[in-house]
């Protein structure tokens, strides 16, 4: 986790020496709040840190990534076998891009086990799922030295991102963003 979020937040530096917001959702906000946590190292400054339900303790029920595969899928008018665990137009990609992939799927679950989050002065607006707000808030707020808002949404782990709940999400998150954003005149 920490090797990834150095590689994402060296990309980030070629762009921008900020500030910046930071954001992911489950497994990428795992990731987003490392990044936040390795900023200050770099001297970038992250205003923000938006984090869509990242799981710490447990990872996603085995059928919950399939769910979300299968949407995809569906939306795309794609039919295919119940057990591929591939994203549609992964078979373009060349064969050694495809065995990375799988590597990658197959060695981030234990990385998430061991990862061992430490405290970030840093803003986080949290993004829970229905029935989860007060275990994340638990698990989270702690890490939160620079303030901690949550917000449950009506909506399981994996449907926070499909609409219309993620319209719901993003309305809520601009308004939020927006008040922290000093108005220039």
């Known amino acids: 986790i920490e090797e990834l979020a150095h590689q994402y937040l060296e990309e980030i530096r070629r762009h921008t020496a900020g500030p910046v917001v930071l ?51 569906r939306a795309l008018g794609l039919k295919g076998d119940p057990t ?6 992964e078979e373009h990609l060349p064969e050694d891009t495809r065995r990375e992939l799988a590597q990658f799927r197959r060695l981030l679950p234990p990385a998430v086990r061991r990862y061992d989050p430490q405290p970030v002065d840093v803003p986080i607006i949290y993004y ?14 702690p890490l939160a030295r620079g303030g901690f808002e949550l917000v449950e949404l009506p909506a399981r782990h ?3 991102i499909a609409e219309p709940v993620v319209g719901v999400l993003g309305r809520d998150l601009r308004e ?10």
């Open 158 to 160: 994996s449907h926070i």
């Open 128 to 141: 829970a799922s229905l029935g989860e707000g007060e275990r994340r808030r638990a698990e989270w707020e």
């Open 176 to 185: 939020r963003l927006l008040a922290r954003t000093p108005v220039a005149g």
């Open 23 to 73: 954001g992911g959702y489950s497994l990428g906000g795992v990731l987003a709040f490392e990044m936040a946590r390795q900023s200050s190292a770099h001297g970038m400054s992250v205003e923000a840190l938006v984090l869509l339900e990242p799981l710490l303790s447990e990872e996603l029920p085995p059928s919950a990534g399939q769910l979300f595969r299968d949407r995809v899928k």
């Open 84 to 89: 591929d665990r591939s994203y549609p137009g």
